[in-house]
């Protein structure tokens, strides 16, 4: 079945800087990639997501890029800011209705 | 649109009792997911259901859990004879297939 690892397990930054979490995947068959935030207490929320035929997308401050060969996914937050502050969740699935494959989560930190 | 309620949303429950737990999707989603977060780790995936039928339980513990997505009414996860490792917070997400998953508050259920 599918494995999901995510790197790093914890990362603290400046506010402002840029955050960049990395995560990798085992089966080939995966096609659709979210990512979620879930803030102390609360449900998590998808921010955004990117499908295999897409190398990168975009919003506002945030950035999702896939390389499938490698099977490397990355989420790319610029500019952050406190409200940043959350564990992140990389995942995988083949389709946007099959089960999804959690990472283990990393627990961003902003420092204002 | 209410989202995804889930209910209740703290439940108490002795060892050897039954735990019920409640899930309405959002309006016009067909496709209900369950996962299992235990303190400071990531999301399990439990079971996959669509009206009437189990997708997918490959995350289903094979003794005491069960779920079920009747025709009427919302999604149950239901744990018989809970033990003090089945506290956790449970989560309920649902999709209509074209986008990622909506989660719900999720339900926290202690065993003493």
């Known amino acids: 079945g599918e494995n999901v690892e995510q790197h790093p397990s914890t990362l603290s930054v400046q506010e402002g800087d840029s955050a960049v979490i990395k995560c990798t995947y085992s089966?080939?068959?995966?096609?659709?990639f979210p990512w979620y935030k879930q803030e102390l207490g609360k449900r998590p929320q998808l921010i955004i997501d990117?499908?295999?035929?897409?190398g990168e997308k975009k919003d506002q401050r945030i950035a999702v890029t896939l390389n499938k060969t490698a099977k490397h996914f990355s989420l790319h937050i610029t500019e952050t800011q406190p409200e940043d502050s959350a564990v992140y969740f990389c995942?995988?699935?083949?389709?946007?209705?099959?089960?999804?494959?959690f990472g283990p989560g990393t627990s961003l930190s902003v420092i204002p | 649109n209410a989202g995804v309620m889930q209910n209740p949303r703290h439940l108490v429950r002795r060892r050897g009792q039954e735990a019920r737990l409640r899930c309405s999707p959002m309006k016009g989603h067909s496709h209900v997911y369950w996962y299992r977060q235990l303190p400071e780790e990531g999301l399990k995936f439990m079971v996959y259901?669509?009206?009437?039928?189990?997708?997918?339980e490959s995350g289903m513990p094979k003794e005491r859990f069960s779920a079920e997505f009747p025709k009427e009414g919302p999604s149950i996860l239901r744990i018989q004879q809970v033990v003090r490792g089945d506290s956790a917070a449970y989560f309920c997400a649902s999709s209509s297939g074209e986008k990622g998953y909506t989660f719900g508050s999720g339900t926290r259920l202690t065993v003493v």
């Open positions: 259901l669509q009206k009437e039928n189990i997708i997918d």
């Open positions: 990117i499908r295999s035929n897409v």
């Open positions: 995942a995988a699935s083949e389709t946007s209705y099959d089960k999804v494959i």
């Open positions: 089966d080939s068959a995966s096609n659709y």
